[in-house]
């Protein structure tokens, strides 16, 4: 196997993803043209310092100091999503309260729809979604979605 993406893999299956009590902050930005929701996320982090994206906990910072919020790592997109969907949901298992979401337009093959959001609603710790409760937020999201695709 590749040895950039062993020692991410176990980055990210043991480094510390954890976030305070209602400080997680998610994004989507997979197969989008722009990264407006990441750029809005990390606003929103740099105005609430309880909060916290992945790339604020030990395991992200390590992830990014390898070279794994770039598009020239070495590695293809699938093994980069791999290691990023192993890590947040080791996150999203772990994280707890109100969870606050910048994910417009979010792809239905991104990190988000496939790992995240379905380890939010799992996770009986997590309530709600950028303050509607995780289930009304999840069909909205996804009727917004079934509608887009038509």
């Given at each position: 196997?590749?040895k950039?993406?062993?020692?991410?893999?176990?980055?990210?299956?043991?480094?510390?993803?954890?976030?305070?009590?209602?400080?997680?902050?998610?994004?989507?930005?997979?197969?989008?043209?722009?990264?407006?929701?990441?750029?809005?996320?990390?606003?929103?982090?740099?105005?609430?310092?309880?909060?916290?994206?992945?790339?604020?906990?030990?395991?992200?910072?390590?992830?990014?100091?390898?070279?794994?919020?770039?598009?020239?790592?070495?590695?293809?997109?699938?093994?980069?999503?791999?290691?990023w969907?192993?890590?947040?949901?080791?996150?999203?298992?772990?994280?707890?309260?109100?969870?606050?979401?910048?994910?417009?337009?979010?792809?239905?093959?991104?990190?988000f729809?496939?790992?995240?959001?379905?380890?939010?609603?799992?996770?009986?710790?997590?309530?709600?979604?950028?303050?509607?409760?995780?289930?009304?937020?999840?069909?909205?999201?996804?009727?917004?979605?079934?509608?887009?695709?038509?």
């Open positions: 196997m590749n950039l993406f062993d020692e991410a893999m176990i980055i990210a299956k043991t480094f510390d993803v954890s976030t305070p009590k209602n400080g997680l902050v998610l994004y989507s930005i997979s197969f989008l043209p722009t990264k407006e929701n990441r750029d809005k996320a990390f606003a929103f982090v740099n105005e609430n310092k309880e909060s916290k994206t992945i790339e604020n906990t030990p395991c992200g910072k390590k992830l990014v100091e390898l070279g794994f919020a770039c598009a020239n790592i070495s590695l293809n997109k699938d093994m980069v999503a791999e290691v969907s192993v890590a947040s949901e080791r996150m999203i298992k772990n994280a707890k309260g109100n969870v606050r979401a910048f994910v417009d337009g979010a792809d239905p093959r991104s990190v729809c496939r790992v995240e959001l379905p380890n939010i609603l799992a996770n009986e710790n997590i309530i709600t979604i950028n303050g509607i409760d995780k289930n009304e937020f999840a069909k909205k999201f996804l009727q917004t979605k079934t509608k887009e695709e038509m």
